[in-house]
């Protein structure tokens, strides 16, 4: 692996396998996260019109809310079941298939804001900056992540542990170092109960995208 400690490319189409067979269950999973999405992006109250592009988009549930507000949303991932899904109850955004391996190939500052919903915990740690990394470069004005903020209960654990190896040590690690180690800096951070977060990123020393109180 690189120094940014890549998933190797069996466990990164076992994860693909793994979403494809889950696909089922989506439907469970999208009621239960997607009010969170919805509370996340009410509470930043983004501006109006934002190009977005989400990474791990899975089903879709975040470009929905995304779009509800009037986003402009293209998602990705690599799961095609997902994406199939995604495009049918999301019409209005477009979906592509693309490994986050692969968003060096992006240009810099070609969309507004680019999110990641419950994707940062799934990959290893190295590999988590690096996204995070071109996720700022990416940006022109923000990245917004929603993921875990502490350890979770049994069921998530469980659920975590069936999905790959990575889950423990990023909810041991401050997610304010992670992103300084990005190159990134928290505007706010908006508690999702009992043990998620979304955070707005801004790279350091840039103009706040979010004109109220900056938070913890």
């Known amino acids: 692996m690189s120094t940014w400690d890549h998933p190797t490319q069996p466990e990164r189409e076992r994860t693909r396998?793994?979403?494809?067979?889950?696909?089922?269950?989506?439907?469970?999973?999208?009621?239960?996260?997607?009010?969170g999405y919805r509370a996340s992006l009410a509470a930043l109250a983004l501006p109006a019109h934002l190009t977005v592009l989400d990474l791990g988009t899975g089903t879709g549930a975040l470009a929905a809310a995304l779009t509800a507000r009037g986003h402009s949303v293209t998602g990705i991932d690599t799961a095609e079941r997902l994406l199939r899904r995604a495009a049918r109850r999301v019409p209005e955004a477009t979906f592509a298939v693309m490994d986050l391996a692969d968003l060096p190939t992006l240009a810099a500052q070609s969309f507004d804001v680019v999110s990641l919903?419950?994707?940062?915990?799934?990959?290893?740690?190295?590999?988590?900056?690096?996204?995070?990394?071109?996720?700022?470069?990416?940006?022109?004005?923000?990245?917004?992540?929603?993921?875990?903020?502490?350890?979770g209960p049994w069921y998530v654990r469980l659920v975590e542990w069936m999905e790959g190896p990575h889950y423990p040590s990023f909810a041991a690690e401050s997610f304010a170092a992670l992103a300084a180690a990005a190159g990134l800096e928290v505007e706010r951070a908006v508690p999702l109960p009992p043990t998620s977060a979304c955070w707005l990123l801004r790279p350091r020393q840039t103009a706040a995208l979010h004109p109220g109180p900056e938070g913890c």
């Open 17 to 35: 396998r793994l979403f494809n067979r889950a696909a089922p269950l989506f439907p469970i999973i999208e009621r239960w996260l997607a009010p």
């Open 117 to 151: 919903a419950h994707v940062l915990h799934g990959v290893p740690s190295g590999f988590r900056r690096h996204t995070l990394t071109q996720a700022g470069r990416i940006a022109r004005r923000g990245v917004v992540v929603i993921d875990y903020a502490a350890r």
